[in-house]
């Protein structure tokens, strides 16, 4: 019996409603994975304009208030250990949701914090668990996409990420005209209550049953000595460890820099951060578009440049003398340019490790978080009254970070995918 179209059926149509759809999804899910992998920059810019007035509200040295940002990066960082393996072995859903749900809980419990070390303990616990949602939200693109096609895809979301930079301490910076510090944390805790229903609705399990690691802590624990023996993963994840570092003492020592040494307001810090932050919007989208044309390789090492330049010249403004004219485009280019080592870089690494891609994401994002918070204190130890401990901290950060690309990792000929894998 012969088979009849509608009288409307038009395969070219068709085809065009199938592509459109096919875009409007992988836009929602840029937009969800962006905003998951902004934990960092919420939980840590966010509050950085109202890190002078809390040393004066609670009654603390300037060394004890920046052990606040200290604790939350190493939650960041011990977080991921946890997350990256666990989404391995039970999916990337539940442990995702989890995360993100006790996140929530901890950014109330912050606003509430009656003195410094119950500040500094909450700020742990809030970085761990806000932890889950950057580690998974890369092992969810790893489960998707690979090679070039996995680079494109995180410049794209850092197009999401780059935004938390820049309104964070613009939004932290006007609360502060008609509220206190402890106001930021109230923000903080909405936001996580509009994550958690953006990943409840918004994302299916990327990691189908049949690619799930069955294991406890020994299989985590090898897994992990596989990664760290294998010298071109460990060439790009420290690279990305180092420039990230860098930042985060930028980070640390700014508002203390800027405010104090400088006298800028907290609005007017806001804005010069959100100047800085921009530029990894730029950079990650310059990236964006030229991967496919340029390896992912040779951009990472153009980023690497830029940050070695602008490291070495924010030390050269600082003991020169050369005020903010000097400093501020120093600061730009070590910021800017994580837009093109981050997304490089993590792409790079997990290329070839697509069967622990929760614990190869785990691991860089381990580095990046437990290097900066070993130096954050570093940049505070002359109190606030000198820039000079900050600079050399981050000229010698972004130069260990070329170096670990330069001495570890090696060019290779094999293209790279651009396409989706295939679960």
């Given at each position: ?11 070219k ?30 939980s ?5 304009p ?16 920046q052990?606040t940002?200290?604790?939350c ?15 391995d ?14 996140y929530?809980?901890?950014?109330l ?8 070390p ?22 969810m ?32 910076g ?14 903080l ?25 069955s ?9 992990f000595?596989r ?11 420290l ?29 007017m ?24 044309r ?7 090492m ?43 870089a ?7 490790h697509?069967?622990?891609?929760g ?15 070993v ?29 670990s ?15 989706i894998?295939?679960?």
């Amino acid at each position: 019996m012969p088979r009849y179209k509608p009288v409307n059926y038009n395969p070219k149509t068709v085809a065009e409603d199938q592509e459109a759809n096919k875009k409007e999804s992988q836009l929602k899910l840029i937009i969800i994975i962006g905003a998951l992998s902004a934990f960092g920059p919420l939980s840590i810019d966010m509050y950085l304009p109202g890190l002078p007035s809390l040393t004066q509200d609670l009654g603390c040295p300037t060394w004890q208030a920046q052990l606040t940002l200290t604790a939350c990066l190493l939650g960041l960082a011990g977080g991921q250990i946890l997350a990256g393996p666990l989404s391995d072995i039970i999916g990337r859903r539940r442990p995702l949701l989890a995360g993100i749900f006790l996140y929530t809980v901890t950014s109330l419990l912050c606003a509430l914090a009656p003195s410094v070390p119950i500040l500094i303990v909450l700020r742990l616990i809030q970085g761990a668990t806000g932890a889950a949602g950057i580690v998974i939200s890369r092992a969810m693109v790893r489960d998707l996409y690979s090679g070039a096609a996995a680079a494109r895809f995180f410049a794209m979301t850092m197009a999401i990420n780059g935004l938390a930079p820049i309104l964070a301490p613009v939004i932290g910076g006007q609360l502060l005209s008609f509220t206190s510090w402890r106001g930021v944390f109230v923000v903080l805790t909405l936001i996580g209550i509009g994550m958690f229903l953006a990943a409840l609705l918004g994302l299916n399990e990327t990691l189908p049953q049949n690619r799930r690691h069955s294991g406890g802590i020994s299989a985590t624990l090898t897994t992990f000595g596989r990664l760290l023996t294998d010298r071109t993963y460990m060439g790009y994840a420290l690279a990305a460890g180092f420039a990230s570092a860098a930042m985060f003492a930028y980070i640390a020592g700014s508002p203390f820099v800027l405010e104090d040494i400088f006298g800028v307001s907290p609005q007017m810090f806001s804005l010069i951060f959100a100047v800085n932050a921009t530029g990894i919007i730029i950079a990650s989208q310059i990236s964006g578009r030229l991967v496919g044309r340029v390896k992912p390789r040779k951009l990472l090492m153009l980023g690497l440049t830029g940050s070695l330049i602008g490291g070495w010249f924010v030390l050269v403004a600082i003991v020169g003398n050369l005020g903010l004219p000097g400093l501020l485009p120093a600061f730009f280019l070590v910021v800017a340019d994580i837009g093109f080592t981050g997304p490089n870089a993590t792409a790079e690494a997990l290329a070839d490790h697509a069967d622990v891609a929760g614990s190869a994401s785990a691991l860089i994002g381990v580095l990046q978080f437990s290097i900066g918070s070993v130096v954050t204190p570093l940049v505070g130890i002359g109190g606030s009254a000198t820039a000079i401990p900050m600079a050399i901290v981050i000229a010698v950060l972004s130069s260990a970070a070329s170096l670990s690309f330069l001495l570890l990792t090696r060019p290779t000929s094999k293209d790279q995918d651009l396409s989706i894998v295939k679960s």
